[in-house]
């Protein structure tokens, strides 16, 4: 642009005031004189492509549509490796693996539910009831949350979390493979379940804190969807080892030994990182000082108390809660139904939860390169509806409708009997990128642990009516004649939350801003060139000449 050419503060070449007063007489006349000129652009244009003087250094505009083109044709395998450049590579490191090892949790889980079901001949019932109230100890997310956010060890808040949470899991899942009392007793594993699910809660809700930090903090959103690809892709590997594990050998206790040295890796990567090299604010020692531990948790409480309240917060999450809440799971008698009706072996259904974890790592590809283009109301609203359609598919395996069709049951069980649970933690997805995105500064972990808890929560809710519908539609061990009208009424529950569907947003926050941004990039444009072109420049003379007669 020509204004930019020039500079108020170190002009280009020096000049005196009789030299100023010279070349604005020359300034003048050369206006009066492009008057009398035929204002034919392309002669103006001429006229400004030769220049009487040579600009030394000259500053070069790149007008902002043209940089937009430029980075269009940048191909986006150089995108990608720019954006990996840019993230820290020890943060990549330690939460890269440390959502791996979460997904990778299904690995053990596998086992435990096939000891469970196997080995001590539970009820359907009380198999569910077990893996929901194992979940307990996620629902205090918030307070983890909070105490990551106002307690330091060491000058650290986020790494100790994750190196205390491997801690517990490991002495969880090692006491369930070496001391055979507690595998066998029922208090003793419920303990175990328990503190290895406290241990996995205070881990996320670090790395989720520390995720949600570094993108702001860099101008990075979306990170989330990264992280949901490392934590499909341990759920993935983990099924598909576990069903191979369970087929080969059934030997419960050497799955929980393998997941418990995975997860001394884990502590031994989060124990050699040191939060300061990942480039996050630090407080200073004065701060620390000054504010007490309980000052620190209260001020952490009242801000997350504020956050929750903004509507923008408040309505979307009331939302997403609702819509688990109202869906009854039945996935402990689904389970006890394939493995023991139907006789599936652990394989298929370890390979059916493959199948899951692959579409769910697809699908977070395609949401990370066209899903955040998509208004967040339509995209929520579809997803909940092939949720809702895929329930039905379990209706399919126990009318046996598959077999009538001519495909086996171990065929359709491996493609379609994990697809609506990967649709489930699908739907989650935006809605994490959405709050971390919208995450005060210095409240990223207690927010994100509320919003984790509240699902978790909701979650838990879900099973125990998952639990109450079967024991009223007397679905028992060995007696599935009622199954099918649970999963009608699971069906027409999951299609009650579109009713509300109006709490969501229409747009992302992050395609908002640029949006703003793009608007405010154009106003400006448009405000510089109205100072350059050159039709508005002789109008604009021409009055200051008429003024000047006057």
Known sequence: MISSLFSSTMPLFPFNVRSQNQSLCTLKSSILCSQQQNLNPKNIINNFGRPKFQLIN???????????????????KDQNNEFFKAINQQLMVLCGFGYYVNGFRCFPWLALNYHMA????????????????????????????????????????????????????ILSWGSLA????????????????????????ISEVAKDALVAEYGQKKKMPGLQSYAFMASALGGVLGNLLGGFFLLKTQQTKSMFLAFAALLALQLTI?????????????????????????????????????????????RPLIWVVSSIVMIPILSGSIFCYQTQCLNLDPSIIGM??????????????????????????????????????????????????????????????LCFSGLAETIAQFKLLPFLVFFADLAPPGCEGSLMSFLASALCL???????????????????????????????????AALLPLCWIGYVPMSHPAAEKARKRGRSKRSRRNRRIGKVVFDSIYSYRRKRESDLKI
């Open 352 to 413: 059916s939860r493959v199948t899951g974890q692959l579409m769910l790592l697809s699908l977070t590809l395609l949401y990370n390169r066209l899903g955040k283009s998509i208004p967040l109301r339509k995209l929520i609203g579809i997803v909940q509806l092939i949720y809702a359609s895929s329930l039905l598919l379990d209706l399919v395996l126990v009318k046996k409708i598959n077999v009538q069709l001519g495909i086996p049951n171990e065929v359709f069980a």
């Open 58 to 76: 000259p500053v070069i505009s790149i007008p902002s549509h043209e940089r937009l083109n430029q980075s269009k044709d940048k191909p986006k």
């Open 118 to 169: 196997h080995n001590l001949n539970m009820q359907p019932s009380t198999l569910q009831l077990v893996q929901n109230s194992g979940n307990l100890p996620m629902v205090a997310k918030p307070l983890y949350g909070i105490l990551s956010d106002a307690l330091y060890i060491g000058g650290a808040h986020r790494i100790p979390y994750v190196s205390m949470g491997a801690f517990l899991q």
């Open 458 to 492: 909701s979650s838990i809710i879900s099973g125990f009516f998952g639990v109450g519908l079967a024991s009223l539609l007397g679905i028992t061990y060995g007696d599935y004649s009622s199954l099918p009208r649970g999963i009608m009424i699971q069906f027409f």
């Open 270 to 314: 989060s124990l050699n990182t040191r939060e300061k090299s990942l480039g996050l604010i630090q407080p200073s020692n004065r701060s620390l000082a000054r504010e007490s531990i309980s000052q620190s948790i209260m001020k952490s409480c009242s801000d997350l108390m504020m956050a929750v309240k903004e509507e923008r917060i408040l």
């Open 178 to 201: 070496l001391i055979p009392v507690v595998s066998e007793a029922l208090p003793a594993l419920m303990a175990c379940v328990l503190v290895t699910n406290l241990g996995a809660s």
